[in-house]
């Protein structure tokens, strides 16, 4: 047996070691995409063959106003929510860094609802959320509001569950708050001995140490938001008038309600596309504004 | 710097692949996996069995016994859950003390994933032998060739089935094309609950069986009061069942209306027409003009997710037979039932579960024998305790038949109008979500101009039916 040479001997102990995440990886998620992208050239009701109809599931979107209607609400609510996730769960992680008494309990209250299951959450804030009997609006009438219909009126229902997901902050703010921890304590001493106010600190020194974990949450929420899908499946199902259609529960329809495989297919690989191509914009800008300390620039 | 981006960079590719993967999979990104849970039915097991199965049981069917001579295994699906599955577990419990040779497994599929589960197994060429499903979804299923025909079995020489037996209308659902695919589990037509404790506060006669549209409208207005004088209304004239589309055939069909051509190739004149129009604004006004419902509280959930009923606080509500059990037994409501009103015509649609037979089924022989039995007099003698019972002397013998409340939705069954996707397979893929749009805008919105908004809907429509081709 030939000796294998120590580089040739790591690499494929390396590859041993992760064996079973690579294996994984190509059964259950290479594998499946692939097939996926072959099923987007087909019609497919799941009863009869598969039929090959080439780019035709595609050319149908650019004529279909629910995947636009869909595209479009996925867009402004990543517009709305990314934004108040990054700056939302900073705000609440700076207040977690706090050294008050009882802080810990305080970060696991906030941190909880992260931990409760996506539905349960959701049907609890149906109720918060009820026109007449809901806690929301009996509160809003306390003082003399009338609330809106919230869920059931199209220019509420987006809002309503934009209002939802913010419970869910906390899950970034334990992210934000890892990364405050390891802003080192001696450079914000120095800036306070030169005079520095709260602010400037705040602006010119944790801000910038703080980028890595910005884009790292920046990243994750782009993705997650874009497929958004059990909120609106369970507390509106893209209703009302199709005001929380997104693009998720749109490609769940086509496949598990329709049974259209072909277009549901050909709707994940635009998704895919979409996520990926965003998801590099921010990595490649990531240059201009990410700092690692102590990286050669 | 180098290191780190491409740390990140291997995240984000793992984590877009990931995404990708999970768009694929057709967004199940964030629902939790379901709870799998073996569960063998066996008859032995069944008589000790407390009724209580979870909602989201999967039971994974077990091998069949490969012995000569060993029982035949029969899986059975439905989208049943929870309590529903009693009747179907005794039933078979004593199909397998008739015939011992033969041996049941139930495989239940709840919380809505049981298309696609039988879909899949189709795919896969695995599906049960005995199939259930739903009144909309047979000539779908039927039409791709899911279904074996039943009627070499019903007129066969062995286990004859003697069709006569049915109460009328009970088994067009099941046909496609002029043949029994499938035979009836259960049914429910549309009727209005009345809580009598209102009519009698308000001392106003019960309503009666071919009472009118205007009646209705006049019983509805005479009952919504606001007793506290704050302005808003405390008591409704009756809970409508929101954007539900199956539901709102019955007020076009009672206007003289149709949605589709009777050869389903168009909406055109149809979905659009005048009598559509009528029916449209006429539910609309209801709400909006006449305030004499209460505005959805979810439009998501089926039957508009309001509670006024239950709670006393509406006089009326047009819905199915599925709430009767409870509603009978609330103590804020005196039960009554009465046929829905009449418009230009006296209407009802109907809802409707059944049985086939899967085209790939090994055991057809068998599976016929079973399902004769399921659907059959003997079947039926255990549905009448958990839905109507299909079965003409079954409902006799029961009492169903004459009885005050149950007699009202047996009569039904001789008012019914066709409903829209015994037209076309495609119904639920084309009209049905244009006409939900409708629907969702004029209770949104009271100021829709209607028969504006069923043209566009019929151009969606015709245009998704043009893509299913």
Redesign the interface.
């Known amino acids: 047996m030939a000796r294998l040479s120590a580089t040739r001997r790591e690499a494929l102990t390396f590859y041993l070691c992760i064996s079973p995440w690579l294996v994984g990886l190509l059964l259950f998620v290479l594998g499946p995409m692939l097939v996926s992208l072959g099923i987007s050239f087909t019609r497919w009701d799941l009863l009869t063959p598969p039929r090959f109809v080439g780019l035709r599931n595609y050319e149908r979107m650019l004529n279909d106003p629910l995947f636009w209607q869909s595209l479009k609400v996925t867009a402004l609510y990543t517009l709305l929510y990314v934004p108040t996730e990054l700056v939302g769960g900073l705000a609440l992680a700076l207040l977690m860094n706090q050294r008050v008494p009882g802080i810990a309990v305080f970060r696991t209250i906030f941190y909880l609802p992260s931990v409760i299951s996506g539905v349960a959450f959701v049907v609890v804030w149906m109720w918060i959320f009820h026109p007449e009997a809901g806690l929301l609006n009996l509160a809003l009438a306390q003082v003399g509001i009338a609330g809106p219909r919230w869920l059931t009126d199209p220019r509420t229902a987006l809002s309503a569950l934009w209002l939802m997901s913010l419970w869910g902050l906390g899950r970034t703010a334990v992210i934000y708050l890892a990364g405050l921890k390891g802003v080192p304590k001696e450079l914000h001493e120095a800036a306070v001995i030169d005079g520095a106010t709260a602010w400037q600190a705040f602006r010119h020194i944790t801000i910038p140490l703080l980028t890595p974990t910005i884009f790292f949450n920046l990243i994750l929420s782009l993705i997650a938001t874009f497929q958004t899908f059990t909120s609106a499946f369970v507390a509106t199902n893209g209703g009302p008038l199709d005001a929380t259609l997104f693009f998720v529960l749109y490609l769940y329809r086509q496949a598990f309600e329709r049974f259209s495989m072909g277009y549901a297919s050909a709707l994940a690989w635009v998704l895919f596309v979409i996520i990926l191509s965003l998801t590099l914009l921010v990595v490649r800008s990531a240059d201009r504004w990410v700092y690692y300390e102590g990286a050669r620039r | 710097?180098q290191r780190?981006?491409g740390r990140?960079?291997s995240f984000?590719v793992l984590?877009?692949?990931?995404?990708?993967?999970?768009?694929?999979?057709?967004?199940?990104?964030?629902?939790?996996p379901p709870v799998e849970r073996t569960v063998v039915v066996e008859a032995t097991v069944i008589v000790e069995r407390t009724v209580e199965v979870p909602r989201d049981v999967v039971v994974t069917p077990t091998a069949a016994p490969q012995a000569e001579g060993a029982k035949i295994v029969l899986r059975v699906g439905t989208g049943d859950s929870g309590e529903g599955l009693t009747p179907h577990l005794k039933i078979i419990e004593q199909f397998e003390q008739a015939n011992p040779d033969i041996q049941v497994q139930l495989e239940p599929v709840g919380s809505g994933?049981y298309?696609?589960r039988i879909?899949?197994q189709?795919?896969a060429g695995d599906p049960p032998d005995i199939l259930q499903i739903g009144d909309d979804a047979v000539p779908?299923?039927v039409q791709?060739?899911?279904f074996a025909d039943l009627g070499p079995f019903i007129s066969g020489s062995s286990y004859p089935l003697d069709t006569g037996i049915y109460l009328p209308g009970v088994l067009d659902p099941g046909q496609w094309d002029g043949k029994q695919y499938l035979l009836p589990k259960d049914f429910s037509p549309l009727a209005v609950y009345y809580n009598k404790k209102l009519f009698d506060q308000y001392n106003l006669p019960y309503p009666t069986e071919a009472w009118t549209w205007e009646e209705f409208l006049a019983t509805a207005q005479t009952l919504t009061k606001d007793t506290d004088g704050d302005g808003k209304t405390d008591v409704w004239g009756v809970q409508l069942p929101g954007p539900w589309t199956s539901g709102f055939e019955y007020w076009v069909a009672a206007a003289g209306g149709r949605l589709i051509s009777e050869d389903g190739s168009t909406f055109e004149g149809y979905l659009d027409s005048p009598e559509t129009a009528t029916a449209v604004q006429f539910y609309s006004d209801l709400y909006n003009e006449y305030k004499v419902a209460p505005?959805?509280?979810?439009?998501?959930a089926f039957g508009g997710g309001n509670s006024e009923f239950e709670s006393g606080k509406a006089a009326m509500r047009l819905f199915g037979r599925w709430p009767q059990a409870g509603l009978k037994e609330n103590p804020n409501v005196d039960l009554g039932v009465v046929g829905p009103p009449a418009g230009v015509e006296r209407a009802n649609v109907l809802f409707w579960g059944g049985f086939g037979i899967s085209a790939l089924s090994e055991n057809q022989e068998a599976a016929w024998r079973f399902l004769s039995y399921y659907v059959g007099a003997q079947g039926a003698e255990v549905w009448k305790d958990w839905a109507l019972p299909t079965v003409a002397s079954v409902a006799e013998a029961s009492g169903q038949a004459n009885d005050p409340i149950e007699g009202v939705w047996i009569g039904e069954l001789e008012h019914l109008a066709p409903r829209a996707y015994v037209s076309t397979p495609y119904w639920?893929?084309t009209a049905d979500p244009a006409l939900r749009?409708v629907l969702?805008?004029v209770i949104?919105d009271p100021a829709t101009d209607v028969p504006a908004a069923l043209k566009a809907a019929v151009q969606?429509a015709q245009?998704a039916l043009e893509?299913q081709q």
């Not at chain 2, 505005?295 to 998501?300: E, H, K, T």
């Open positions: 710097m780190s981006l990140v960079m984000t984590f877009a692949t990931l995404a990708g993967l999970l768009a694929a999979c057709g967004g199940a990104a964030s629902t939790p994933d298309y696609a879909l899949t189709i795919a779908q299923f791709k060739g899911a505005p959805p509280a979810d439009l998501n639920g893929a749009r969702e805008k949104i969606e245009q893509d």
